[in-house]
């Protein structure tokens, strides 16, 4: 069975939204293109190609499939070889062009192709970006590994790895690593549903329980 693995650069609140340059994604007005950038040294670069060193595939959406299609096939070096040579799964419902070699487009019944495609004989199948594919594949559970790369910096606006209708799960942290800028790189699978409990169950106050009528009443 082949796993999908995630790869997202993020700020402290959240947004995925145009890490990499100041024109890749400057949708919803947004102004904070290239945030990434200056956080960049040998030691995360280090780190993600060690995330990057397996074989895979790549699955993308259409945004992110675009911007990688107008830049990677005139590139060369240890990212651009692997990506070239991928099979590229793109999910995406508008036309757009497809000319990047081996390229396969998903259009229809997208959570069962995905799943179908997931037991396939081959490479694993990377995600990048692609902000919108993300959330149908964390609220179908199709995620097997995530890997952020958590820059210190918060932007208030933008596009979120975890947006609304993300549902309730634990996940596990499986590696961790801060670099010497502040960068928080960390890896995590999903480890079941979440846990409870709380200080509030051992001889409540009559003002305790007051409290707890009025909001409930809420």
Request: glycine share 10%.
């Amino acid at each position: 069975m082949r796993k999908i693995f995630v790869m997202e650069h993020l700020t402290m609140d959240g947004v995925i939204q145009a890490p990499g340059g100041q024109t890749e994604d400057p949708t919803g007005g947004f102004k904070f293109g290239g945030w990434s950038f200056p956080y960049g040294d040998d030691e995360t670069s280090e780190r993600l190609l060690g995330k990057m060193s397996r074989s895979y595939d790549l699955l993308l959406g259409r945004k992110t499939y675009e911007i990688f299609a107008a830049y990677w096939p005139f590139q060369k070096g240890v990212i651009a070889e692997p990506f070239n040579k991928a099979t590229k799964y793109v999910v995406g419902t508008t036309q757009f062009d497809l000319s990047w070699d081996k390229t396969v487009l998903i259009n229809k019944n997208v959570v069962n192709e995905l799943r179908k495609l997931k037991e396939t004989v081959g490479p694993d199948l990377m995600v990048w970006g692609s902000g919108r594919l993300l959330q149908t594949l964390l609220s179908s559970r199709l995620v097997d590994e995530l890997h952020t790369f958590m820059v210190p910096i918060t932007l208030g606006e933008g596009k979120k790895l975890f947006a609304d209708g993300t549902i309730a799960q634990e996940w596990k942290m499986t590696d961790s690593f801060v670099s010497k800028g502040g960068v928080i790189i960390a890896s995590y699978v999903p480890n079941g549903e979440v846990k409870i409990g709380g200080f509030d169950d051992t001889h409540p106050s009559e003002a305790e329980l007051a409290r707890r009528r009025k909001w409930s009443a809420v």
